[in-house]
């Protein structure tokens, strides 16, 4: 059994978001992303094959769907379809952003 801190290496990288892998197995991955002002660049589309449960720890983003944009706030989760298109519109500039995502 290994601990982990979702709070430690919280770094600040103004250039590119950063990826942890916490857990993974053949049917679930589980990591943390740590914003800061990152978002998805113009005309790109998340389809994912894995349905992905998302929880903010940290920060404001915006996620934009095909006909919607959802705002989360610390503390807000969303479940993301498999293969529904998304985007990251915004993350927050003066604060990390810290996402748990789960791929299932």
Partial sequence: MEKYNIFEEIIIDKNEEKF??????????????????QKSPDNFWYEQEQREFILLIEGFAILEFENKEVEL???????????????????SLDESTIWLAVFY
Avoid: P, Q, W, Y
């Fill in 20 to 37: 942890f892998e916490i857990f993974k197995n053949e049917t679930i991955k589980v990591e943390k992303i740590v914003s800061n002002g």
């Fill in 73 to 91: 706030k610390k503390g807000d989760c969303l479940n993301i379809e498999a293969m529904e298109k998304h985007r990251v519109k915004f993350t």
